[in-house]
């Protein structure tokens, strides 16, 4: 227990947090192992009884990312009313990711951040591909209900989309804020629109 008598969440937990925090707002090279041992209040030795390498703390955090986005859209999927609602929850889902409180502020897509910094073939950018594909097979999903027997249209409209949301969170994390994920959002419910 710690000093305020209640228990201190597993180490495991605590440096995913940390890791979390500070490879959102400084990067994943620009955070040493010390940083994040230190913010989790944790010794270096720790960090190796959880994780063999950085690296595979780096992918622990692509994974928990995908994770926590997966949870906003299952939320947001709850509330959607058909085939075209659940297509604008996963661009609801992508404004919620703006709209957290982030330390340093928004800075976009915390998986393309940490992929943009590593190299060809690492396995945490196969983790965020992975992620970027599961988006869109989502929204083909979803297109194919909305646009029955008509399996090409809907394919090139969820990379059409794809591309759409994409763009929105690179600007929206270059600006800082989500405005252009709400347009993006509205583009795409014009879209649907006009199905």
């Known amino acids: 227990m710690d000093p305020s008598g209640q228990r201190r969440r597993p180490a495991r937990e605590r440096l995913l947090e940390a ?47 995908h994770e926590e986005w997966l949870g906003l859209y299952r939320a947001r999927l709850e509330r959607a009313e058909g085939p075209a609602g659940a297509v604008l929850a996963i661009f609801d889902s992508y404004a919620d990711h703006a709209a ?19 190299p060809a073939g690492d396995e945490g950018r196969a983790v965020v591909r992975r992620h970027k594909e599961e988006v869109e097979s989502l929204l083909r999903g979803h297109l194919e209900h909305l646009l029955p027997g008509r399996d090409e249209e809907a394919r090139a409209l969820a990379e059409h989309l794809s591309f759409l949301l994409e763009g929105a969170i690179a600007r929206a994390g270059l600006e800082g804020e989500g405005a252009r994920l709400d347009r993006a959002r509205s583009i795409a419910a014009d879209l649907l629109d006009k199905l």
């Open 19 to 65: 890791a979390a925090r500070r490879f959102y707002a400084d990067g994943v090279a620009a955070t040493g192992i010390d940083t994040i041992t230190a913010d989790a209040g944790v010794a270096k030795m720790s960090l190796y009884n959880n994780f063999a390498s950085k690296a595979e703390l780096v992918r622990a955090y692509l994974d928990a990312r």
């Open 100 to 118: 957290s409180a982030y330390e340093h502020g928004f800075r976009g897509c915390g998986l393309l951040n940490a992929a943009a910094e590593l």
